[in-house]
Each structure stands twice: as structure tokens, then as C-alpha cells.
């Protein structure tokens, strides 16, 4: 291959770079914030949120992302909810990330020794200052190792969001794949 080959071509691919790795970044924030509220909810003892984060960790888990993909861009403007593709991939792929990274969080904080909470207790914390000064500093170790693998998951998952017309890096390759047959 010539040199005008990789001029041509280069560009395009990274701008389908560009769009995989902000789609990455944007599903992983949003998840995050999604997965540390149902997780704290699964953890809670209050009955409701529990129930209620158990639902959606069940629901979202156990459905195809391509699925809830579809149902984003194709089935809420059916609603009158009229969303483009990039915001309807980040958003499809930010609840599914949720789900996971909440299960992820869980299983960190859960485990946490209970002493650790019965002494931050016993010096006067709040729940919520002993999850955030004490728990949580502690599972963060721990939850580096599979929220990379999440994170990598959720790179590979972008390619989904070619079947919503969004043209990131994979699309981009299998056109350019095809111009040049």
C-alpha cells in the first residue's frame, strides 16, 4: 500500500477513534454515577431501594445491549422521545455499564470487614461519612482490577453503536474496507 493510501485513510479512522473513545469515557462517568447509586441501593436496608436496584441490576443484566440499543433509538420515538445516535448510544450504553459497575461496587464494599463499619461507627460517623471516609477509600483498591475489564468491555460494546446509523471506528473501517475491494 502507498503512502496516499494512509493519507486518505488515516484521518477518517481516527476520526472513528475519537467517537469509540468518547463514547467509552462518557458510558463509563455516566455508569459509574449509575452503578454507585444502585449499588449503595442493593447494600441499603431500606426494602424499597433495594428491591428497586435489584430490579434494574436484573433487568438491564439480563437483556442484550443491542436490545436496549434498539429500544433507545428506535423504540422511544414511538414515545415521542426523539433521540440522534450518539446520544442515544451513550445513554443506552451508560445504563447497561450502570448494572454492571453497580454489581462490581457491591462486591467491593461487601467486601469491606464489618469492623471497619462498626468502628467508624463507634467514633461517631454517619453511614454515609463511614462509606465515604472509610468504606468506599478501601473497595476503591479493590475495584480497580474489574473496572478495567468494564471499561475494555465497554470499548468492544461501542461497535453495537454502528446498527444505530452512528458511524464510529468499526463502521468507518468497514467502509473504508469497502471502497477499496
Partial sequence: MDLTFYAT???????????????TALSTFFGTILGLIAALGRISKNR????????????????PLLLQLYFIYYGLPQLGIRLDAFPAAAI??????????SEIIRGGIESI?????????????T??????????????????????????ALM????????????????RARHIDAATL
Fill in 127 to 152: 453511614y454515609l461519612q463511614a462509606m465515604r471516609r472509610i468504606i468506599l477509600p478501601q473497595a476503591y483498591r479493590r475495584l480497580i482490577p474489574p473496572m478495567g475489564n468494564e471499561i475494555i
Fill in 156 to 171: 468492544k460494546d461501542t461497535s453495537l453503536a454502528s446498527t444505530l446509523a452512528m458511524v464510529e471506528l468499526m463502521r
Fill in 92 to 101: 443506552g450504553m451508560s445504563v447497561c455499564a450502570g448494572a454492571y459497575i
Fill in 48 to 63: 424499597v431501594l433495594r428491591s428497586l436496584s435489584h430490579f434494574y441490576t436484573w433487568a438491564i443484566r439480563g437483556t
Fill in 9 to 23: 485513510y488515516l484521518p477518517i479512522l481516527a476520526r472513528g477513534a475519537l467517537i469509540t473513545i468518547s463514547l
Fill in 113 to 125: 470487614d464489618k469492623g471497619q463499619m462498626e468502628a467508624a461507627r463507634s467514633l461517631g460517623m
